[in-house]
């Protein structure tokens, strides 16, 4: 650290005492800083890559899917079935799965609790708070 000023005795004064507390603060702090800056640095850029990641996956598997479809399309085809009705085949097995998928998620959403608690504690809150007013 800087060289202290000491009275003639040896020992600090209490001014330089606090300024000396203030400078090592004032670089504790900034190191921290510091440290902390580096780590989400080096945080943001692993979130950032397997963001990046997830994007080109997600990708692959709808390419995946698209591809699989023409498979399944011509595997209906190779079965007999023309190739007009084979892409409507599978175009119609993908709408069911859809409204399938639909349905389930139609019945989740009627199992959400809508926060009744919630709602009950809130009225109740709401009426001491009227008691409490309409006493005063």
């Known amino acids: ?7 003639a005795d040896g020992s600090a004064s ?45 990708f692959l598997g709808v390419l995946v899917i698209i591809l699989g479809s023409f498979a399944l399309v011509y595997g209906v085809h190779a079965l007999g079935l023309g190739l007009g009705w084979s892409f409507l085949v599978v175009a119609g097995f993908y709408l069911l799965v859809a409204l399938l998928l639909l349905l ?14 919630t709602k009950v504690t809130a009225r109740e809150a709401a009426r001491a ?4 007013s309409s006493s005063t």
Not at 106 to 117: I, L, M, Q
Not at 129 to 132: D, P, V
């Open 14 to 58: 209490i001014g330089q005492l606090v300024a000396s507390i203030k400078d090592d603060l004032t670089g504790l702090v900034r190191d921290e800083i510091a440290l902390a800056k580096a780590e989400l640095k080096a945080d943001a850029k692993e979130t950032g890559l397997g963001f990046g990641l997830i994007a080109v996956a997600a």
């Open 129 to 132: 708070l009227k008691r409490s």
């Open 1 to 7: 650290m800087a060289a202290r000023a000491t009275e």
């Open 104 to 117: 389930v998620a139609r019945s989740r959403f009627g199992r959400v609790s809508k926060a009744e608690r």
